[in-house]
């Protein structure tokens, strides 16, 4: 999926390298399925923004199905 050539895919590459930069102990690998980094990952604006998400403006944020 493309949005003005941001891709979803270079966008999760930016945050991850984003996290580990800021975050060196800690695992560069991503675990879709752990509540926190997902959470945080699709509440970003930019990602809703590619995702086409959240285009009403809701005013809470994401949070995956338990």
């Known amino acids: 999926m493309h949005n003005n050539g941001i891709t ?3 966008l999760l590459v930016d ?3 984003n996290f580990h930069q800021s975050q ?4 560069i690998a991503y675990y879709p399925c752990s509540e926190e980094p997902s959470q945080v990952y699709f509440n970003l604006p930019k990602v809703q923004k590619a995702l086409h998400a959240n285009v009403t403006g809701i005013p809470y944020p994401w949070k995956r199905c338990r």
């Open 15 to 17: 945050e991850i390298m």
């Open 24 to 27: 060196p102990w800690k695992s």
């Open 8 to 10: 979803i895919g270079s």
